[in-house]
């Protein structure tokens, strides 16, 4: 399993982005993939998790109504769209896959599949 993110980068507080993490090497029905950012000198935390089908999302309550996290099973991609940004949602985005149904983990121990992080920075 193969994980490739992207469209991180610098914007103002208030703007968008949209993070892509494209997803090869097997078929993925059944994984869950999830979105986690990592600020310096922080732990990495879960912000947004959706199973393959798309039925079943989760948020962190600080990007709750802010951010949406949806698939495209043709192209093998789960999309993170970050509207209104702010300061501290700066971090890496990292996107992660695990093999587990429709039950989403929320911590990083749970998901085994990586992908290279994205840098998110927000000015205020």
């Known amino acids: 399993v193969q994980l490739q993110a992207s469209g991180g980068g610098l914007v103002q507080g208030g703007d968008y982005l949209r993070l892509s993490c494209a997803a090869s090497g097997r078929t993925f029905n059944s994984y869950v993939v999830g979105w986690f950012r990592q600020a310096p000198g922080k732990e990495r935390i879960i912000v947004s998790a959706?199973?393959?089908?798309?039925?079943?999302?989760y948020y962190t309550d600080s990007v709750k109504g802010r951010f949406t996290i949806f698939v495209d099973t043709a192209k093998n991609t789960v999309y993170l769209q970050m509207n209104s940004l702010k300061p501290e949602d700066t971090a890496v985005y990292y996107c992660?896959?695990?093999?587990?149904?429709?039950?989403?983990?929320?911590?990083?121990?749970?998901?085994?599949?990586w992908g290279q992080g994205t840098l998110v920075t927000v000015s205020s």
């Open positions: 992660a896959a695990t093999f587990s149904g429709w039950n989403i983990g929320t911590q990083p121990y749970e998901y085994h599949y």
């Open positions: 959706i199973t393959w089908s798309g039925r079943t999302t």
